[in-house]
């Protein structure tokens, strides 16, 4: 079996280590809240395990970012959602807009909450509570919480984890990294028959 997972690791551990580490942390988890693919978690994680004296400080950053561009994905849905709405459509979001949707009819302040932990995207989220005028202060509060319990329990993990983490990380990254790329095509294929 190909290493190609744990080459992976080992060059995102050390991109992690860069003295603008801290910086593409932050953009990356602004950017995931509103428009990227790619959860910050990818970064949070290396870097605390990298430096695990600054875990509390990586999360908190995380969090804030992430709260700021959920911001600006509200802001997106609040004045841009006819423009948006072909985009999701086309990335393959609008079941999930819709989903997002449903969650805030019912739950409203809870769903944003709640999105911090769920499968769909953020971005999804905050674009589709700004479409939906949710009230700004209760989303921001709501963002604060559920992002930051996300991305402070991810620094937990990796904080207390550490060596032995690392070591099973090490030692089991490939098996993990093929298997889930296995499980995708599985589910893709799934789905289109």
Do not use: C
């Amino acid at each position: 079996m190909t290493r190609w997972f744990s080459r992976l690791l080992d060059r995102v551990i050390g991109w992690s280590r860069h003295r603008h580490a801290p910086w593409y942390l932050g953009a990356l988890s602004f950017a995931e809240s509103s428009f990227f693919p790619i959860p910050p978690d990818v970064m949070l994680a290396p870097m605390v395990l990298a430096n695990r004296d600054r875990a509390w400080s990586f999360a908190m950053l995380t969090t804030v970012a992430s709260v700021v561009g959920g911001l600006a994905g509200f802001l997106i849905g609040m004045v841009a959602i006819d423009w948006v709405t072909p985009w999701l459509v086309r990335v393959g979001y609008s079941d999930e807009f819709a989903t997002a949707q449903r969650w805030f009819g019912a739950w409203g302040f809870w769903a944003v909450l709640a999105a911090g932990f769920a499968p769909i995207p953020y971005k999804v989220f905050t674009i589709a509570a700004g479409a939906m005028s949710m009230a700004l202060l209760p989303f921001t509060v709501a963002s604060a919480v559920g992002r930051g319990a996300r991305f402070f329990l991810v620094a937990a993990l990796i904080f207390w984890g550490g060596e032995p983490f690392e070591r099973n990380l090490r030692r089991y990254v490939d098996v993990i990294g093929w298997s889930v790329v296995a499980i995708i095509v599985v589910i893709i294929v799934a789905l289109r028959f």
